[in-house]
């Protein structure tokens, strides 16, 4: 029995930071400006996100989902730093991207990732909206979400809409009946205590979705934590699971940079699938952190 093997790294706020143009400095690029130069800064390292790539490229996974925040203020060259981020770990049929807040920072190039990062993020047919997205790999259906969406500052909250959850509701149904593994890509978890700044607007309405018509497998970051939470299911609770962020520094309070692995086997409608945690520890050295069944 084969065994398909998905990675998944989110938030690496690719260091270091761009250094923006006085007119680029507009509106919440301002305190998120200033936010990292103070803070953030320190907590996000080039090396680390480095060699945390490296690592995850030698465990030769099938497939590598990022879930979002690859940029800091959505200035204009941190989307050809994402692209090239992407590139490095391979191209669209290997790679799938979903946007996080800080890739809509701004209204300004809010939607420019639809462009950089197209060839990660094209749905496998034409579709009217771009997400979701529903690709297909090996046994795996990956539906890609957009909850990113420009806010106030010190606001990160997010939010599908109705129209997107109503077309989430169709991709569901229709994949419902060929019992594929389906993984759903989201960057605020829809599950898990956060504040209320940081929170998923709409996730009763994700979670009622979901509950209707089932999915295998919800993966997210933006808490920049490792946790495995759940929500209900069609036919048993489903697993999501959040990883730190793949650029923070070892000793960081809400973890040093991780990623997870989830090797999955089975046929239509029997999936186990088991997670692996790959990351830095104290010390500095890549290693396995824990291995956990999820079904
Ligand atoms: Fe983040």
Redesign the pocket.
């Given at each position: 029995m084969s065994v398909f093997v998905l990675a998944h790294l989110?938030?690496p706020?690719i260091p270091p930071l761009a250094e923006p143009r006085p007119a680029e400095l507009i509106g919440k690029r301002i305190t998120g400006y200033l936010n990292w130069k103070l803070r953030r800064g320190a907590h996000h390292r080039r090396d680390i996100l480095d060699r945390l790539a490296a690592d995850l490229l030698a465990q030769a996974p099938d497939h590598v989902a990022v879930t979002?925040?690859l940029a800091n203020l959505s200035l204009p060259v941190e989307f050809d730093d994402g692209r090239a981020f992407l590139a490095r770990l391979g191209d669209g049929k290997r790679v799938s991207v979903i946007p996080?807040?800080?890739d809509a920072y701004v209204r300004a190039t809010n939607g420019t990732y639809l462009g950089a990062w197209r060839e990660y993020l094209a749905g496998d047919a034409a579709q009217t909206a771009p997400f979701p997205y529903l690709r297909r790999r090996g046994p795996v259906a990956l539906i890609g979400l957009s909850s990113a969406v420009p806010t106030l500052p010190f606001f990160?909250s997010g939010r599908l809409g109705s129209d997107q959850l109503d077309r989430l509701a169709i991709v569901l149904a229709r994949l419902q009946e060929e019992r594929c593994f389906r993984v759903i890509l989201i960057?605020h978890a829809p599950a898990g205590p956060r504040s209320w700044l940081k929170r998923l607007e709409d996730a009763p309405g994700f979670r009622d979705t979901v509950a209707l018509y089932g999915a295998d497998l919800v993966l997210s970051?933006?808490?920049?934590i490792a946790a495995v939470n759940e929500i209900a299911g069609f036919e048993r609770p489903i697993p999501v699971v959040q990883v730190p962020?793949a650029s923070a520094a070892p000793g960081d309070p809400r973890g040093g940079a991780a990623y997870n692995l989830y090797r999955i086997e089975g046929a239509p409608g029997f999936w186990s699938c088991e997670m692996e945690s790959r990351g830095f520890s104290p010390d500095g050295k890549i290693v396995s952190l824990r291995k956990k069944k999820l079904m």
């Open positions: 989110s938030d706020h979002g925040d996080g807040n800080h990160a960057h970051g933006h808490d920049h962020s």
